[in-house]
């Protein structure tokens, strides 16, 4: 019981980033054509709000005694951090022009899975079954009619 309990909540969390997410690419869009706020300051409005996050969960794991000591492992959230951070960059700024449709803009940049599951298939060596496979093609695919 205790499994599905942990499946349902997962389900949850998988749901609540689906639709946060969503939003997120919805009021960029908005924000920018419809209200015509300036990409520069709300990508900067963003990461300020972004940050402060961070901070109140840094602090908070600090005051509740949650932090264990990550020496030259520290380096891994760093990197990570950073890749998000340009990666977030990369997308306001690609989802700002209209060389390209929006839609397809967001599919491309928010199909990331399949580039996390083709690293962990080429570095860490893990199979993928032929629904793995199938759900790829699809997204590419996907991608494919979006852009046409």
Not at 41 to 58: E, K, P, Q, Y
Not at 62 to 69: F, V
Not at 118 to 144: C, D, N, Y
Request: aromatic share 10%; charged share 10%; glycine share 8%.
């Amino acid at each position: 019981m205790e499994r599905k309990t942990l499946a349902s909540m997962a389900l949850m969390f998988a749901l609540g980033t689906f639709i946060l997410w969503g939003t997120t690419n919805f009021l960029i869009a908005y924000g920018e054509k419809n209200l015509e706020i300036d990409p520069k300051m709300f990508t900067a409005i963003m990461w300020v709000t972004m940050g402060s996050l961070g901070v109140c969960l840094l602090a908070y794991l600090w005051l509740t005694d949650g932090l264990a000591p990550l020496g030259t492992k520290m380096i891994y959230p760093i990197a990570a951090g950073a890749c998000l951070g340009i990666g977030i960059l990369s997308f306001v700024y690609a989802m700002s022009h209209s060389d390209m449709s929006t839609g397809a803009t967001a599919a491309v940049a928010t199909s990331n899975a399949i580039f996390t599951t083709m690293l962990a298939f080429l570095i860490l060596r893990e199979q993928m079954s032929l629904k793995e496979w199938a759900g790829i093609a699809t997204v590419v695919v996907g991608i494919i009619i979006l852009r046409i």
